[in-house]
């Protein structure tokens, strides 16, 4: 697909095996791309309708195993948003600590 033919950051040309289709839902399809120059990955939205196609572009953070198992997640609500807000304020510290843990 000519749309999904070059990353948005570093313009590298993608290659076959780094762009997915996540799942379609009549003419709309939802594809995860990830550059093998920069490793930066992008969820396209793409719309064929009436012979004209459209898409929408959105950088991300997830990988192709993330994006495929959030697809199936259900919105996040309000009081997730809270607790989350509550637990990074109460355990900022420990927080910190933990990723700091990871990257070392
Ligand atoms: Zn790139």
Known sequence: MKM???CPMCHSAYEPSE???????????????TC???KHAVLAVVLEAAGSVSSVGLMTDMEVQDAMR??????????????VHRL???????????LLDRKA
């Open 36 to 38: 093998g120059s920069c």
């Open 88 to 98: 990074l304020e109460s355990e900022s510290q420990a927080i910190c600590a933990a």
């Open 19 to 33: 762009i997915r289709l996540l799942g379609e839902k009549g003419t709309t399809r939802l594809f995860h791309c």
């Open 70 to 83: 959030f697809q199936l997640a259900g919105p996040v609500t309000t009081d997730e948003c809270i607790a």
């Open 4 to 6: 999904l033919a070059h």
